[in-house]
């Protein structure tokens, strides 16, 4: 079976494409970073929570981190905290 999630590859690529252009500064990739989240959850919203890609993260991990970024925690920031 293809991978279903594999319309969100192009995303996945971005961001790694943007990390090592900035020097994997995550915090300079936000935008790809949610671009791959739009896509990832149009993915689960089309084959269910249960579904599996390369692509995305785990649909209760993507859940998480979508509500983190709409409080405005972005992950280099999140991983900053937890580290104090």
């Known amino acids: 079976m293809a991978d279903e999630g594999s319309a969100c590859k192009p ?3 971005a961001i790694q494409d ?3 252009k900035n020097g ?4 300079k990739c936000t935008k ?11 993915f ?6 249960e579904a ?3 692509c ?3 649909f209760s991990l993507l859940q998480l981190k979508l509500k983190q970024r ?3 925690k972005i992950d280099a920031e999140v991983i900053t905290q937890g580290k104090r």
């Not at 790809?32 to 149009?42: P, Q």
Request: aromatic share 12%; proline share 6%.
């Open 11 to 13: 995303f996945a690529c």
């Open 18 to 20: 943007c990390l090592q």
């Open 24 to 27: 994997y500064s995550e915090a």
């Open 32 to 42: 790809a970073i949610d671009e791959l989240y739009k896509c990832c959850k149009h």
């Open 44 to 49: 689960y919203e089309d084959n269910g929570p």
């Open 52 to 54: 599996k890609s390369v």
């Open 56 to 58: 995305c993260p785990k």
């Open 70 to 72: 709409l409080l405005g």
